[in-house]
């Protein structure tokens, strides 16, 4: 049987089992070649005795290039390597095919492989009672699902590590594995009844406390800040004082020696300059004194600040470490 004679007809296969399915589109010159070349490779690999490595080229030579020769030269490579479920289920696949295309040497020589595999098959269950089929349950077996007309039912299976999971909306994602032995055998798992899911609840930022300066502190501020206004306010006093006395120094000499109020016009105005500035330096020095008075006794009265919190928080850290040493 050679591969040149497997190429005459296309076909989409999907194997359950194996989880595996083929596309039937009509492949092109360089994937029939990388197929070919991949399945020399795998055809050299079984000769070897190097099984599990020849059934994966087939496979990918066959996902390249699909071929009812193909398909049935990598069911006998599963039938080599162990996998007797997927080859069971390739020969019986391989046989059918061979029937509708009127291949009846393919036909008869597949269902004689299938027939020898049958007593020899793995056998898994996967139980589900009615009262424990959540809405939405899904069950995957070596991560491929498995259909609900499957459930309750002995499945052909590889032997081996079998994973197990189910997963319904609402619910807890149950899994587990068991060791399928080589067949004949058979093994029961009956689904748990699934856990509710725990309900995510939102999560409560707690605000940052803000830390809010003591009443001693305001009061302290605050007095110190209108005592510096009343500090400004008795050198602006001081400044005007000057300003009045040079203004009315000046003006003397605009004026008669013996008599101080008879002036020239520009005399009369130094004067009235004058008692304008000396009237801006009563007010600064009176507003001053009082602003000064008021900001010392707002520092003097303040109360004496609480210990901080850090301080108090770390006192019992402080008191242990010194326990344990």
Not at 10 to 24: K, N, R
Not at 240 to 259: I, L, M, V
Request: proline share 7%; charged share 20%.
């Amino acid at each position: 049987m050679t591969r040149a004679f497997n190429r005459r007809s296309w076909s989409a296969i999907s194997v359950v089992l194996l989880g595996t399915s083929w596309a039937a589109a009509e492949p092109t010159a360089e994937r029939q070649a990388t197929a070919e070349a991949l399945f020399e490779q795998a055809s050299a690999l079984v000769d070897q005795g190097h099984f599990a490595e020849a059934c994966e080229k087939f496979a990918a030579s066959q996902e390249l290039d699909p071929g009812l020769g193909t398909l049935l030269y990598l069911a006998d490579c599963y039938d080599r390597a162990g996998r007797s479920a997927s080859a069971w289920a390739l020969f019986r696949e391989v046989q059918e095919r061979s029937r509708r295309e009127n291949q009846p040497d393919r036909e008869h020589i597949a269902e004689q492989r299938a027939v020898a595999l049958d007593g020899k098959l793995s056998r898994l269950e996967l139980r589900v009672a009615p009262k424990r089929q959540a809405a939405g349950l899904a069950l995957y077996l070596r991560g491929a699902l498995v259909s609900k007309a499957s459930w309750n039912v002995a499945l052909p299976v590889d032997p081996g590590r079998v994973r197990i999971e189910a997963r319904a909306p609402g619910k807890k994602t149950w899994s587990t594995e068991v060791n399928i032995a080589a067949g004949p055998a058979s093994r029961i798992v009956e689904l748990p009844e699934l856990a509710p899911a725990p309900v995510s609840q939102p999560t409560l930022v707690k605000p940052v406390p803000r830390d809010e300066p003591p009443p001693s502190s305001v009061q302290r501020t605050a007095g110190m800040a209108m005592g510096g206004v009343g500090l400004a306010s008795l050198a602006l006093s001081g400044f005007f004082g000057y300003r009045a006395y040079a203004k009315n120094q000046s003006s003397k000499g605009e004026c008669r020696a013996g008599s101080p109020n008879d002036c020239s016009p520009e005399g009369a105005g130094l004067r009235e300059d004058a008692a304008k500035a000396a009237n801006v330096s009563t007010v600064a020095a009176v507003c001053g004194v009082l602003l000064l008075a008021g900001g010392t006794t707002l520092v003097i009265s303040a109360p004496a600040s609480a210990p901080s919190d850090k301080r108090t928080a770390a006192a019992p850290w402080q008191i242990q470490l010194r326990g344990n040493w």
